[in-house]
């Protein structure tokens, strides 16, 4: 495939959230590597969401999945010494609505600290839960899109404080093998 010519914050969001929902279905299908079909979905999302004919879906669904997953930390799936993480940093913009809040276990909390979510997962060479990176991603589309940021040049961006860096949204994600939809899996893993 050509390389991508993606220049502005909402094609970088959508190129994410596409290559999300590849990785998402590969991992649901339990293959070990992305096949034809991986990159179909990948394609037709990215296509519709550019061309508005598709849409990210709404953080009810992600709320949903909160409510059932229960206690546990969304990163790592411990239930010992719980509290609440800001996915989007307050420090930096994160709002305190429950879309942004999320059990973490105090080390996990401790460790993301104000990091950006992608900038932790990095600096943990670890990739996190893929409904923690959905979640992560609305609320980016959704903090852009309300601060008038989405269709600005991703480089425009690079130079704001803000409570994501749009650089480090994942484009690229491991082998669905190596991957997980939720902290439950990731316990489990262990």
């Known amino acids: 495939m050509a390389k991508m010519n993606i220049e502005l914050v909402r094609e970088q969001i959508y190129w994410s959230y596409a290559n999300l ?8 299908q339990k293959n070990e ?16 969401l550019k ?33 609440i993480d800001h996915i989007l940093p307050k420090k930096y913009g994160g709002q305190d609505i429950a879309e942004n809040l999320i059990y973490a276990c105090r080390t996990c909390n401790s460790s993301k600290g104000k990091k950006d979510l992608m900038e932790w997962m990095n600096f ?3 990739f996190l839960p893929l409904m923690i990176i959905r979640r ?33 949204l994942p484009i690229k994600y491991p082998k ?9 899996e990731s316990k489990n893993a262990i």
């Open 176 to 184: 669905p093998n190596e991957l997980t939809l939720n902290a439950e």
């Open 136 to 168: 992560y991603l609305k609320l980016t589309f959704n903090y852009c899109n309300e601060n008038g940021l989405i269709d600005k040049k991703i480089e425009e961006l690079k130079k704001m404080e803000l409570p994501f860096k749009i650089d480090l």
């Open 21 to 28: 929902a590849m990785a998402h279905t590969a991992v649901v």
């Open 124 to 126: 943990r060479e670890q």
């Open 33 to 48: 590597k992305y096949d034809k079909l991986s990159y179909m979905i990948r394609s037709r999302l990215f296509k519709g």
């Open 51 to 83: 061309e508005g004919t598709m849409n990210m879906r709404t953080i009810f669904d992600d709320e949903k999945i909160k409510l059932q997953t229960g206690q546990i930390c969304n990163y790592c799936g411990s239930i010992d010494s719980l509290s």
